[in-house]
């Protein structure tokens, strides 16, 4: 996962300064714990528990950034996308190529050679699109092509179940270096999946 030359300075001094909150959360807590132990904490844990969440989203977004803008400048688009599909619900799966050329491990969908936005990606995923079954293709800052096919991973998941998009992101991630973004239709939940692991997002 290539994110050598990611900076994103306000985001990263953002991110940091919340890692440092959660520590002197966690001091406080440790110091009440060893000069009154008989003293609730509960509500100290509700909200060191919400600091975590925040930060994670915080990072999800920090590190989502930092995965594809060695590859497209429109990296907030996508990222803004996610976060939409996600809170819509609306199944997704969007393909960022990378080094490796796909079009040997991919069955041609809809070509469209289309300027990525935010807008235009979510609309193709919209469950009444033609477009939205399969997977978008990105190349650079162009929506290349949609409704492709990918390849199914081959590995058995026994202790929970994985769809088909999920499947298809490890597949295709497993044969080349491609990021693969996936928004679940069933949770909302999205994920990227490189180098056949699949890295849980969180979004707000």
């Given at each position: 996962?290539?994110?050598?030359?990611?900076?994103?300075?306000?985001?990263?001094?953002?991110?940091?300064?919340?890692?440092?909150?959660?520590?002197?959360?966690?001091?406080?807590i440790?110091?009440?714990?060893?000069?009154?132990?008989?003293k609730?904490?509960?509500?100290?844990?509700?909200?060191?528990?919400?600091?975590?969440?925040?930060?994670?989203?915080?990072?999800?977004?920090?590190?989502?950034?930092?995965?594809?803008?060695?590859?497209?400048?429109k990296?907030?688009?996508?990222?803004?996308?996610?976060?939409?599909?996600?809170?819509?619900?609306?199944?997704?799966?969007?393909?960022?190529?990378?080094?490796?050329?796909?079009?040997?491990?991919?069955?041609?969908?809809?070509?469209?050679?289309?300027?990525?936005?935010?807008?235009?990606?979510?609309?193709?995923?919209?469950?009444?699109?033609?477009?939205?079954?399969?997977?978008?293709?990105?190349?650079?800052?162009?929506?290349?092509?949609?409704?492709?096919?990918l390849?199914?991973?081959?590995?058995?998941?026994?202790?929970y179940?994985l769809?088909?998009?999920?499947?298809?992101?490890?597949?295709?991630?497993?044969r080349?270096?491609?990021?693969?973004?996936?928004?679940?239709?069933?949770?909302?939940?999205?994920?990227?999946?490189?180098?056949?692991?699949?890295?849980?997002l969180?979004?707000?």
């Open positions: 996962m290539e994110h050598d030359n990611c900076d994103f300075s306000p985001l990263r001094i953002y991110l940091k300064e919340q890692l440092e909150a959660i520590k002197e959360q966690l001091d406080t440790i110091a009440i714990l060893d000069n009154d132990s008989d609730c904490l509960l509500n100290q844990f509700d909200g060191l528990s919400r600091k975590f969440t925040e930060t994670e989203t915080l990072a999800s977004t920090y590190y989502l950034n930092c995965f594809l803008s060695p590859f497209t400048t990296y907030n688009e996508i990222s803004r996308s996610i976060q939409q599909l996600s809170t819509k619900r609306q199944g997704a799966l969007i393909v960022m190529e990378r080094s490796d050329e796909l079009s040997s491990w991919i069955t041609p969908g809809i070509p469209l050679a289309a300027a990525i936005t935010s807008s235009l990606l979510e609309s193709i995923f919209v469950p009444a699109s033609p477009l939205h079954d399969g997977a978008v293709l990105i190349r650079d800052d162009t929506i290349h092509s949609a409704a492709n096919i390849p199914l991973t081959e590995q058995k998941y026994d202790s179940k769809g088909t998009r999920h499947r298809a992101a490890i597949g295709l991630s497993e080349t270096d491609a990021l693969v973004l996936v928004v679940s239709e069933e949770s909302g939940k999205p994920s990227f999946c490189v180098g056949g692991t699949l890295y849980p969180s979004i707000s």
